[in-house]
């Protein structure tokens, strides 16, 4: 495959389930929404993180804002992205109250200016937001590629979180795309390459 059929491929997939995404209804996804969160903060690894990094869910995304209320319950660290443009990378800063986020780029809530940047990733999970994934990790996003940049260098533990028929068994990707270590739907966990 050429990479302009490529890029067609996943501009099409992108498209469709960005759609798919936006038909649910409120009250579909608020169901699905409590089960994720409920499991999200039941991991092992997220109990035993001391920070973890998390996504201001928007244009349909699972609403995990339940999940970072319970982290802050939990005691835990907890550092949102801010999107560079410049170069199309993350920096996370710590947020110690979700009242604290100010409207950013592309209009999305994020850590204000001062806010102190997150460095140490040693005991960390990072909280992946896609519009589609695959049974390999694998996502579709929306076309930046701001996690694939940040993950590559990342050394915790990275959850994929969707809905359920947001997982696929197979997507495109190249070299520059990172696979999550798990993902997280309503129905469970998924282990990349895991047979079910």
Do not use: W
């Not at 409120?26 to 997220?46: K, Y």
């Not at 076309?143 to 495109?172: E, M, W």
Request: glycine share 6%.
């Amino acid at each position: 495959m050429n990479i302009s059929d490529f890029l067609a491929e996943k501009h099409q997939i992108r498209a469709y389930y960005r759609k798919a995404r936006a038909s649910l209804s409120l009250e579909a996804r608020e169901l699905l929404d409590i089960t994720i969160c409920a499991d999200l903060s039941e991991l092992p690894v997220i109990k035993n993180a001391d920070t973890v990094l998390v996504f201001y869910p928007v244009k349909n995304e699972p609403n995990i804002l339940q999940f970072i209320k319970n982290l802050y319950k939990m005691g835990k660290r907890v550092a949102f992205p801010v999107s560079n443009s410049d170069d199309c990378t993350l920096t996370f800063k710590y947020v110690d109250d979700l009242d604290d986020m100010v409207m950013g780029a592309y209009d999305i809530p994020e850590p204000s200016a001062d806010s102190p940047i997150s460095k140490n990733f040693s005991n960390c999970v990072c909280i992946v937001p896609a519009l589609v994934f695959d049974r390999h990790g694998y996502r579709i996003g929306y076309g930046k590629g701001y996690y694939d940049r940040f993950l590559k260098d990342f050394q915790g533990v990275s959850i994929g979180i969707a809905y359920g028929d947001f997982v696929v068994d197979t997507l495109p990707y190249e070299p520059t795309d990172m696979a999550v270590d798990m993902i997280i739907t309503e129905r469970g966990i998924i282990l990349p390459n895991e047979k079910e």
